[in-house]
Nanobody
Framework: VRLVESGGGLVQPGGSLRLSCATS????????MKWVRQAPGKRFEWVSF?????????YYADSVKGRFTISRDNANNTLYLQMNGLAPEDSAVYYC?????????????RGQGTQVTVSS
């Protein structure tokens, strides 16, 4: 299993970023996926979940609901997270992950992460 995140960076409050997660080593279209994040000195926080179909079950943490959108491209084995209305409290390392409970920061595999920093 290989998960490679990209798309992070420094953005001003209110800005947007689109994270991508390129996957390989498993059959992406058969697996539910999620995004989790970890701020410095804090535990992993669950962000969003998407089922294998990409439309049957999609869940968001209350802290990101209405601002973030998870999606996937099963033809290209890629997971996305569109983040709008970013705030300083969204600053963290963001990881795509595989396995674990749908709406919990548990997983069997995760990538190396991509840093998101929201600051003026």
């Amino acid at each position: 299993v290989r998960l490679v995140e990209s798309g992070g960076g420094l953005v001003q409050p209110g800005g947007s970023l689109r994270l991508s997660c390129a996957t390989s080593g498993f059959t992406f279209s058969l697996h539910d996926m999620k995004w989790v994040r970890q701020a410095p000195g804090k535990r992993f926080e669950w962000v969003s979940f998407i089922d294998r179909t990409g439309y049957d079950r999609i869940y968001y943490a209350d802290s990101v609901k209405g601002r973030f959108t998870i999606s996937r491209d099963n033809a290209n084995n890629t997971l996305y997270l569109q983040m709008n209305g970013l705030a300083p409290e969204d600053s963290a390392v963001y990881y795509c992950a595989l396995g674990g409970d749908p709406n919990a920061p548990t997983f069997n595999y995760r990538g190396q992460g991509t840093q998101v920093t929201v600051s003026s």
